[in-house]
Every structure is written in C-alpha cells, then in structure tokens.
T-cell receptor, first 115, second 109 residues
C-alpha cells in the first residue's frame, strides 16, 4: 500500500450541495495533488498543494478549492455540485513541490455520485 | 489536441502474446514520462518510469522517442494478471503529471 489514505471512500450527494474530501499523504511527502477521474477516462489534474499553498491548477472552475495543512494532509472542497462532478477523486502524494517530475503515490480514491 | 493521447483499445490478446502500446504527447518540453497500471475500480499504480535510453523490467520494456514525441510500452509473454488499463503520464504544463485516457488490455486464456 502507498500509505495515502482518503475519506470517505464513497458518498452520494445531490445537485447544488457541497462536499469535502480528505487525504492524508504518505509519511515524508510534502506535495499533494488532486485528480478527478470520470468513468472511462484518465485522471484529470485539479490542483496541487505544496507547503500549504496551491502551486498548480488544471482546468477546473473556482468552485473546486482545496487546503493543505501543516502535516501535509489535504482537503478538496467542491461547491454547487453538478451531475458531471460524479467521478472518482484521487489524491496523490509526492516529494518535490515544484514541477512534478516524480512518481505519484495514489490513495484508493473517493467515489462521488451526484444525483 | 490533447496533451497526452492513447489508443483506448481494448487490446484482446492470448496468453503468451507480445503486445505494445503507444502514447503521444504534445509538450516538447516534457522531461518525465511514466507508465501506470490501473485495475478496475482501483487507483493507478506506477508500473515503470521511462528513461531516454529505454528501460526494461522483466517482461516490460518502455521506450521514449523524443523526435516523434511518443512513449511505448511492450509486454512480452502476457499473463492473465496483466489485464488492466495502462495509463501513460507525462509531466505537463501545469506543474503536474498529465495522464492519457488509458489503454485497456484483456489477456485471454
């Protein structure tokens, strides 16, 4: 196992609601990235946090936001949920902080269903 | 054009066959390349990094062609347990690894 833990593993929400997903990174890893994986697609980069600051973002609207805490754990928040937000949300930890050139260690993901 | 493109497959091959996947990338400045394996409804796991000189790990061989901007993965002597989706990943323009959509491999007895 990677040592990256995510919670909750599954959840169901309705349109317009808000959700918070949590991730504990592997011991010693200072960088956390969040990815969205829709069915049949590859993971899509949402954003990355390094030393508690966002240092990279993909093509996701502002209603996707995040935090990183001093212990390097992280949260992903999604406001005003839409049906298309239904996906597997993957957290990945790594070392480096800068341009991510290293291996990503993924958690098992949080599967979100929006009804 | 997508940053990273893969043939979605599926590739259906018999046990013992050799199969190869390609993955093209658009950012010529990319420096890091990886192949990840993802089993159904599981998280991606690193299979191997791809080095400029090419590299081999048992039955798996990865190659990089910078001139044509693609990476490849060759699997020899396919096993049933190789059935999975294979994702290529390239360090992209937004401080992150950019993944392809994956190529599904089904090895049949």
């Amino acid at each position: 196992e990677t040592g990256v833990t995510q919670s909750p593993t599954h959840l169901i929400k309705t349109r317009g609601q808000q959700v918070t997903l949590r991730c504990s990174s592997q011991s010693g890893h200072n960088t956390v990235s969040w990815y969205q994986q829709a069915l049949g697609q590859g993971p899509q980069f949402i954003f990355q946090y390094y030393r508690e600051e966002e240092n990279g973002r993909g093509n996701f609207p502002p209603r996707f936001s995040g935090l990183q805490f001093p212990n390097y754990s992280s949260e992903l928040n999604v406001n005003a949920l839409e049906l298309d937000d239904s996906a597997l949300y993957l957290c990945a930890s790594s070392l480096g902080g800068g341009i991510n050139t290293g291996e990503l260690f993924f958690g098992e993901g949080s599967r979100l269903t929006v009804l | 054009r997508k940053e990273v493109e893969q043939d979605p497959g599926p590739f259906n091959v018999p046990e013992g066959a050799t199969v190869a996947f390609n993955c093209t990338y658009s950012n010529s400045a990319s420096q890091s390349f990886f192949w990840y394996r993802q089993d159904c409804r599981k998280e991606p796991k690193l299979l191997m990094s791809v080095y400029s000189s090419g590299n081999e790990d048992g039955r798996f061989t990865a190659q990089l062609n910078r001139a044509s901007q693609y990476i490849s993965l060759l699997i020899r002597d396919s096993k049933l347990s190789d059935s999975a989706t294979y994702l290529c990943a390239v360090n992209g323009i937004r401080r992150a690894l950019t993944f392809g959509s994956g190529t599904r491999l089904q090895v049949q007895p």
